[in-house]
């Protein structure tokens, strides 16, 4: 099982950006991802969930109505598309995949996923 995320960058507030997360050794049906994002002197945060077989999407709080989750299972890919960003989304996203079925009480707890990915950086500038 592998996951590779990419696609960060440097953005100016209030652009959009996407970040990808390449799954490799395992189909989307039977993991859930989860994008999770660590700013410099922060807990790492849940911030969107795509849960396995149907595909049901959280968010956080802090990112509802802006950032959309998706994913391509041809592809076995999975999407975060970032809208309106603001300064304080700057940071680490990684991509984390977990055999568990998550309710909105546990997909964002970081301990509910086995793999995880490399981490993208995103830098949003003010």
């Known amino acids: 099982v592998q996951l590779q995320a990419f696609g960060g960058g440097l953005v100016q507030t209030g652009g959009s950006l996407s970040v990808s997360c390449e799954a490799s050794?395992?189909?989307?049906?039977?993991?859930?991802i989860t994008w999770f994002r660590q700013a410099p002197g922060k807990e790492r945060e849940g911030v969107s969930c795509?849960?396995?077989?149907?595909?049901?999407?959280y968010y956080s709080n802090s990112v509802k109505g802006r950032f959309t989750v998706s994913r391509d299972k041809v592809k076995n890919t999975v999407y975060l598309h970032m809208n309106s960003l603001e300064p304080e989304d700057t940071a680490v996203y990684y991509c984390?995949?977990?055999?568990?079925?998550?309710?909105?009480?546990?997909?964002?707890?970081?301990?509910?996923?086995?793999?995880w990915g490399q981490g993208t950086e995103v830098t949003v500038s003010s």
């Open positions: 795509i849960r396995r077989s149907d595909g049901y999407k």
């Open positions: 050794g395992f189909s989307l049906d039977d993991y859930t």
């Open positions: 984390a995949a977990g055999a568990v079925r998550p309710i909105q009480s546990t997909w964002a707890r970081p301990g509910a996923y086995e793999h």
